[in-house]
């Protein structure tokens, strides 16, 4: 049996990075279980959340912006 753990959350004043999906400014950049990173804008972020929160070991979030992910069951 595997247990998913919530990402390590890390609250921040400003991201520099750009979404990967659309290219506004970021809100979220993630930490990737299989190694690698992705940013996201508060939109893109909460869209996915739920598939991003399970492969994530850590979410780096802009101070200010409520991410759903941080809510995604454990």
Known sequence: MTTVLS???VVVDSLAERCD????????????????????CGHHANKFADRLAPVAVK???ENGFAWAG?????
């Open 21 to 40: 999906r659309c290219g506004a400014a970021a809100k979220l950049e993630l930490a990737l279980a299989g190694g690698g990173g992705l940013a996201f």
């Open 70 to 74: 941080q809510s995604q069951p454990a």
């Open 59 to 61: 979410a780096t979030v």
């Open 7 to 9: 990402p390590e959350i």
